[in-house]
């Protein structure tokens, strides 16, 4: 089953309160031997300089590397301090077998899509990072062969950027609005809206075309 929740920890919180407009969505987290846990992500929209700048003040964070930037969005990998919360809670996710599916900010805290074998192993997930006090709430639970609703396979930004689309009329042939004005409307950088579409619909048809 595919769980999404809220997931507040702290992670990255300085740096996202000193540059409010930039929107971060994970790309990978991995860890190893000798590396506690690692987050490659993408960082878009406006103050990523004063973004970047702060990364290496944020407690949250042992090391930080721009791997990668094009036009309004940079690739970023972070390594964690061994001791953060977050880092027990990975290690917890890796031996229930859940598997880390996306992540977004909203404000300074998470947005978190995870894969569980089951409902018992997610309440032993949710338990154990309650114990590091890190806080869990649900907001949507689904399978891959069953699902309520649009937005419990989208993230709100994400769902968010694909109705605006669809009522803009920006899927229709010929379009009747361009990506840059679908993007003044959410007052959003065009760069940052084309991801959205892509990863939501990415998703969508993740879904049904395999359930299928």
Same mark, same amino acid.
């Given at each position: 089953?595919? #769980?999404?929740?809220?997931?507040?920890?702290? &992670?990255?919180?300085?740096s996202i309160r000193a540059a409010p407009s930039v929107s971060l969505s994970l790309e990978e987290m991995t860890a190893s031997d000798t590396v506690p846990l690692r987050n490659i992500f993408?960082?878009? %929209?406006? %103050?990523?300089?004063?973004?970047?700048?702060? *990364?290496?003040?944020?407690?949250? #964070?042992?090391? =930080?590397?721009?791997?990668?930037?094009?036009?309004?969005?940079?690739? !970023?990998?972070? #390594?964690?301090?061994?001791?953060?919360?977050?880092?027990?809670? !990975?290690? $917890?996710? #890796?031996?229930?077998d859940a598997v880390v599916l996306a992540a977004e900010n909203e404000g300074t805290d998470w947005i978190v899509r995870m894969r569980f074998p089951d409902r018992t192993a997610f309440a032993?997930?949710?338990?154990?990072?309650?114990?590091?006090?890190?806080?869990?709430? =649900?907001?949507?639970?689904?399978?891959?062969?069953?699902?309520?609703? &649009?937005?419990? &396979?989208?993230?709100?930004? /994400?769902?968010?950027?694909?109705? $605006?689309?669809?009522?803009?009329?920006?899927?229709?042939?010929?379009?009747?609005?361009?990506?840059?004005? *679908? =993007?003044?409307?959410? %007052?959003?950088?065009? /760069?940052? &809206?084309?991801?959205?579409?892509?990863? %939501?619909?990415?998703?969508? *048809?993740?879904?049904?075309?395999?359930?299928?």
């Amino acid at each position: 089953m595919i #769980v999404e929740f809220d997931f507040s920890s702290g &992670v990255l919180e300085s740096s996202i309160r000193a540059a409010p407009s930039v929107s971060l969505s994970l790309e990978e987290m991995t860890a190893s031997d000798t590396v506690p846990l690692r987050n490659i992500f993408w960082a878009s %929209g406006e %103050g990523l300089d004063r973004f970047e700048a702060a *990364l290496s003040e944020d407690p949250t #964070v042992e090391d =930080a590397t721009r791997l990668f930037e094009t036009g309004d969005r940079r690739l !970023y990998r972070i #390594v964690y301090p061994s001791e953060m919360a977050d880092v027990a809670a !990975y290690r $917890a996710a #890796v031996e229930l077998d859940a598997v880390v599916l996306a992540a977004e900010n909203e404000g300074t805290d998470w947005i978190v899509r995870m894969r569980f074998p089951d409902r018992t192993a997610f309440a032993a997930f949710r338990e154990r990072c309650e114990r590091r006090g890190l806080s869990i709430a =649900a907001r949507a639970v689904y399978t891959r062969t069953r699902f309520e609703t &649009v937005d419990t &396979v989208l993230t709100p930004h /994400q769902y968010e950027a694909l109705s $605006a689309a669809a009522e803009m009329g920006y899927y229709s042939v010929p379009r009747d609005c361009s990506l840059a004005e *679908l =993007a003044e409307s959410l %007052g959003l950088s065009s /760069q940052a &809206v084309s991801e959205r579409l892509r990863r %939501g619909t990415e998703r969508l *048809l993740s879904v049904t075309i395999e359930d299928s």
